[in-house]
């Protein structure tokens, strides 16, 4: 009987490796101090726990697009963040941004011959989503000097891992190119409302995009900035036509966003009261880790935004990562981000503040 050919078509997960310093890190007295995911730990808004409560009689099928109060809500919302005005075709509703951007090169029937650009920084699932589909993949910042148009480029401002933040002119000069040459240009901005020292602008910022989102889209999240991660619930916005070809698509494979989520969604974008205090939390526990990490030699590069530090001690990531296992201190070695993050690695403002204190002490007994 003839073998049949194995249905994976990815690698191996990229967490994998940490196993051996997750174990280590473990065996530490007082316990793990895990810094390595940016998933939330505070609760949620009151107000978005009752919308969902007061949902959940909501039994029929929901609608892919999003109800017209959940659009109107996440369009005001962008108004208010300074983003252009957008209609309800350019705007729709994701479970969660990690499926999008995993899904995305499917959904839009990429695929062999076909190149995809990532930063030379970069969360992994932009590669997955590449593999996925089995296009080419290339990893670049500077997109624009490839000998030929790449079909789609992935930005990432602000960057996970580094927190780095693209200025406006940057943003702007990779819209212009990409518009020029026909080229797809996907912003990932999950990070857009938590910036420390510098603001992030967004793709759609009228100084950046013209007004237009012709050629644009945006993934935006509310796991960050409204401890939403359990709930599922992102964005996709920009380009008109673009959104309404993923929203046939997504409806045709049952790609929903949960009705009683819906209702959340819209009460959290409504609310930014939430959003101003919990800025506040991660503000006070990234200063807190900072100081930590510098005082035990470390470098803090970038940083100026998101929910990570980027660090260093001029030594290889395995290394640093290494010496932080032996206190309990599990961190990410920033070689999973790509060949470029080989001497940093990154670490999480996700932790309790009872752990953040944890972190101090163990670096400095």
């Known amino acids: 009987m003839r073998a049949q050919r194995p249905f994976a078509r990815l690698p191996g997960h990229y967490w994998a490796p940490l196993a051996p310093l997750r174990e280590r890190a473990s065996a530490h007295p007082g316990g793990l101090v895990d810094l390595t995911i940016g998933s939330p730990v505070d609760p949620v808004s009151p107000s978005v726990a009752d919308a969902l409560a007061s949902a959940d009689q909501l039994t029929g099928y929901p609608a892919t697009a999003g109800t017209p109060e959940l659009r109107a809500a996440y369009r005001a919302w962008a108004r208010r963040r300074g983003l252009i005005d957008l209609d309800d075709d350019q705007v729709l509703p994701t479970i969660g941004s990690k499926e999008a951007v995993g899904l995305l090169g499917s959904l839009l029937g990429l695929g062999p011959g076909d190149v995809v650009v990532q930063p030379e920084l970069h969360y992994p699932t932009y590669e997955v989503s590449a593999r996925y589909v089995g296009a080419d993949l290339v990893t670049t910042d500077h997109p624009e000097q490839l000998p030929s148009p790449p079909r789609l480029v992935w930005v990432n ?19 212009g ?11 990932d901005e999950c990070y857009l409302e938590l910036g420390w020292t ?23 999240s509310l796991s960050k900035r409204s401890n ?11 380009d008109a036509t673009l959104v309404r070809e993923l929203l046939s698509v997504r409806r045709d494979v049952g790609l929903i966003v949960p009705a009683p989520v819906q209702a959340a969604a819209r009460a959290a974008l409504d609310d930014d009261e939430h959003v101003a205090l919990q800025r506040e939390v991660y503000a006070a526990r990234r200063t807190r880790l900072l100081t930590a990490f510098e005082a035990a030699g470390f470098t803090v590069e970038h940083s100026e935004a998101g929910l990570y530090l980027w660090l260093t001690r001029g030594e290889g990531c395995w290394d640093s990562a290494g010496w ?6 599990l961190v990410a070695p920033g070689e999973i981000y790509g060949e470029a993050g080989r001497r940093h690695v990154r670490a999480a403002l996700t932790v309790p503040d009872a752990r953040v ?9």
């Open 357 to 365: 204190a944890e972190v101090a002490t163990r670096l400095h007994p």
């Open 324 to 329: 932080l296992a032996e206190r309990g201190v």
């Open 177 to 187: 190119w990409a518009r020029a040459h026909d080229v797809l240009l996907v912003s």
């Open 157 to 175: 401002s602000p960057s996970n891992p580094t927190g780095r933040v693209l200025e406006p002119q940057r943003l702007r000069e990779l819209v």
């Open 198 to 220: 510098t603001p992030p602008t967004s793709v759609l910022d009228p100084v950046v995009c013209d007004g237009s989102a012709d050629g644009l889209l945006v993934l935006h």
């Open 228 to 238: 939403l991660a359990g709930y599922r619930a992102g964005f996709l916005a920009g």
